[in-house]
């Protein structure tokens, strides 16, 4: 009499590297200074067409006379009092729009009541333009600068709320079941949930408020590159006007950049495409 012997199944691990698979499907290994392509390919066609006269200086000044510009307006016109008084209202204003809109965003998304409270006003201000509200604003604060950073603030405001309010809203109901069962206390839920989306809203909020930046320094402003690119339209000097147009731009890339490098830090331990 032969006896069978039965083995049980051989469960062979799965020895796949994610990441290997993540790179095949995802947009592949991060290129160092990959940002700057597109900018040197704009300067370069811009030098291009200013040297050849392709790009006339009435409409558009040359490179090499926007760096003249820079160095006649910050020896000459305190460029950096401007530049000062720029970051100092876009400072506050941001801040001050950050803080309510993920306070805000917090209460209307972990309690139904708050949501009943502010989600509907807020939605209803999204669907408003916060431009379209300064001759309002301008009534009740008139037109110093309490105005100009409370209107960058209500720009601001925005974006954080309603990305911050949707991690909170759009994770699987199941996580939550999984970290009520784990023992997550509410802080570290938040921190886990909201963070992602926070720090996406904060990208969002930070243009934004360059936007209203932009746009509140043509009211009555005595200081700001604002104020600077107002005057040299009234002269039509376009060089001064593509100076400040530079500096909003570093501006926004030094804001998103600083943004970005603490979401990698501190959402380390998210495996994402960007890597």
Not at 42 to 64: E, H, R, V
Not at 119 to 146: C, H, M, N, Y
Request: with cysteine; aromatic share 10%; hydrophobic share 50%.
């Amino acid at each position: 009499m032969t006896a069978t012997l039965h083995t049980a199944p051989v469960t062979v691990p799965d020895t796949t590297d994610q990441r290997v698979v993540r790179r095949r499907l995802g947009p592949g290994h991060r290129i160092r200074f990959s940002f700057w392509f597109g900018p040197a390919l704009a300067l370069a066609i811009w030098s291009i067409g200013s040297a050849t006269g392709l790009i006339k200086p009435a409409i558009l000044s040359a490179p090499w006379d926007v760096v003249v510009a820079f160095q006649n307006q910050w020896v000459d016109h305190d460029l950096l009092g401007n530049i000062v008084a720029s970051l100092q209202r876009s400072l506050v204003g941001l801040t001050l729009g950050v803080v309510t809109g993920a306070v805000l965003a917090v209460i209307s998304g972990l309690s139904r009541f708050g949501e009943s409270l502010i989600d509907g006003p807020i939605q209803i201000k999204r669907s408003v333009p916060t431009l379209a509200i300064i001759p309002l604003f301008i009534a009740w604060f008139g037109i110093g600068e309490e105005m100009k950073v409370i209107t960058i603030a209500l720009i601001s405001l925005v974006p954080i709320y309603i990305h911050t309010h949707n991690g909170l809203r759009g994770i699987d109901g199941r996580y939550a079941e999984l970290a009520e069962t784990i023992g997550i206390n509410h802080g570290e839920f938040v921190r886990h949930v909201v963070l992602p989306g926070f720090l996406l809203g904060m990208r969002f909020a930070v243009t934004s408020s360059l936007l209203g930046l932009v746009v509140v320094e043509h009211y009555n402003a005595v200081a700001g590159i604002g104020y600077m690119i107002t005057l040299a339209e009234q002269y039509g000097q376009t060089d001064v006007i593509v100076v400040g147009l530079v500096i909003y731009g570093i501006f926004g890339y030094c804001a998103d950049s600083a943004v970005r490098f603490t979401g990698r830090r501190v959402l380390a331990w998210r495996q994402t495409l960007e890597g």
